[in-house]
């Protein structure tokens, strides 16, 4: 099975809501049945959060102290992508 995933990353603990709020809100360069806005639009984590046919997801924070500043590595990744 073939799963997509996306990423976020902070310099300091947020919450999962903002996280998720950053990829939903590519939603506003994409159109349902046309696709993105304009060619260069980034909307691949958005439509990742959408897919149709995705039944599992799962989440997961990681703390990396030695990156010199984006210590904080949300994943979500989603099955079937």
């Given at each position: 099975?073939?799963?997509?995933?996306?990423?976020?990353?902070?310099?300091?603990?947020?919450?999962?809501?903002?996280?998720?709020?950053?990829?939903?809100?590519?939603?506003?360069?994409?159109?349902?049945?046309?696709?993105?806005?304009?060619?260069?639009?980034?909307?691949?984590?958005?439509?990742?959060?959408?897919?149709?046919?995705?039944?599992?997801?799962?989440?997961?924070?990681?703390?990396?102290?030695?990156?010199?500043?984006?210590?904080?590595?949300y994943v979500c990744q989603y099955c079937p992508a």
């Amino acid at each position: 099975t073939r799963c997509g995933e996306n990423l976020y990353m902070s310099s300091d603990p947020t919450s999962w809501s903002a996280a998720i709020q950053s990829w939903y809100a590519e939603s506003l360069d994409f159109v349902y049945g046309v696709g993105p806005k304009n060619p260069n639009a980034a909307v691949g984590h958005y439509t990742q959060l959408v897919w149709y046919s995705t039944y599992q997801v799962g989440c997961g924070i990681a703390y990396c102290p030695n990156q010199d500043t984006l210590k904080y590595y949300y994943v979500c990744q989603y099955c079937p992508a």
